[in-house]
């Protein structure tokens, strides 16, 4: 009993370790168990609902399965087919007990299976969801969230932070929800309020939960040392990952990052036109539909 104990522990709590392709089957997963009610999922079923390749799917599925972390079923029905569904007992949920406070919760790729069981606990919990114009309503709405949606951009930040104060003092907690890379600038007013009107006795505190972002995804090509494109849609987004030695002349875009590993460790810059990088990097770029 002891050696299955310690097999366990080891078990669970390596989901961080694991790579993107086989996190993004997880979330996917715990949404088909946990919010459509089903019992078992079907390969093609994986396929549809993460965008991931064939390949790339069951190499993913393969170690989940050596981790104990998903269960394998031969359908009954159709012999040659087989069923998937999570082993919950290995399987450290990312459980969190939504206090009062202001949650920053950043997207990530935005899309409906990159988004982790935690922020959709948070959103569940939460009062108000402030979103700024990066954030699909379709993304919120996929929880079920009975909180009330209300657009960021259409309140000052000193009105903000007084709506976060008196939900927070009540016992009840908000969530500004948003993509760090594009909503920098955006949302620093209206966390500046938070922190500008906090004291010692009376503080609000503020919790940042993170989606799969397309840095991880750009950070797993690089380690890969792979040249390679992916592209995710977040409604009118396109969020395209590139990774080449080529230097790149981008146009047209919204926004654009550059993500390379070098002698001195990682760097991640916003990109510009006029520098020039050498050896492989990651482009990370916002381009509007």
């Known amino acids: 009993m002891k050696g299955e104990h310690n097999e366990e522990e080891e078990t669970v709590g390596t989901l961080e370790e694991l790579p993107l ?5 997880i979330n996917y997963l715990e949404f088909e168990h946990l919010i459509n009610n089903k019992n078992y999922i079907t390969f093609k079923e994986i396929i549809d609902g993460t965008g991931l390749g064939t390949r790339t799917a069951r190499n993913a599925i393969n170690l989940l399965r050596k981790r104990g972390l ?10 040659r087919r087989y069923m998937y569904r999570l082993n919950f007992r290995n399987l450290t949920q990312d459980r969190i007990d939504v206090t009062p406070g202001l949650y920053a919760i950043d997207i990530g790729l935005g899309t409906i299976p990159s988004m982790t069981f935690r922020i959709y606990r948070v959103l569940r919990a939460t009062a108000v969801a402030f979103y700024t114009d990066s954030v699909p309503t379709s993304y919120l709405e996929f929880t079920k969230c009975t909180c009330a949606m209300q657009r960021l ?21 908000v969530a500004l929800v948003m993509d760090s890379l594009l909503d920098s600038q955006v949302v620093k007013p209206y966390l500046d309020a938070i922190y500008q009107s906090s004291d010692g006795n009376n503080r609000i505190m503020i919790y940042r939960v993170v989606g799969v972002s397309p840095i991880q995804v750009a950070l797993e090509l690089l380690l890969m040392e792979r040249e390679d494109k992916v592209s995710y849609r977040r409604d009118n987004i396109i969020i395209r990952v590139i990774t080449t030695k080529e230097t ?33 990097k990651a482009y990370i770029v916002y381009l509007k539909v």
């Open 21 to 25: 392709s086989a996190r993004l089957i």
């Open 153 to 173: 951009v259409n309140y000052e930040p000193q009105g903000f932070e007084e709506i976060v104060y008196t939900i927070a003092n009540n016992g009840g907690s």
């Open 248 to 280: 790149l002349q981008l146009r047209d875009y919204i926004k654009a990052y550059v993500l390379a590993m070098g002698n001195d460790g990682l760097w991640f810059k916003e990109y510009d036109m006029g520098n020039n990088f050498n050896g492989l």
């Open 70 to 79: 998903i269960e394998t079923y031969l359908d009954v029905k159709e012999r």
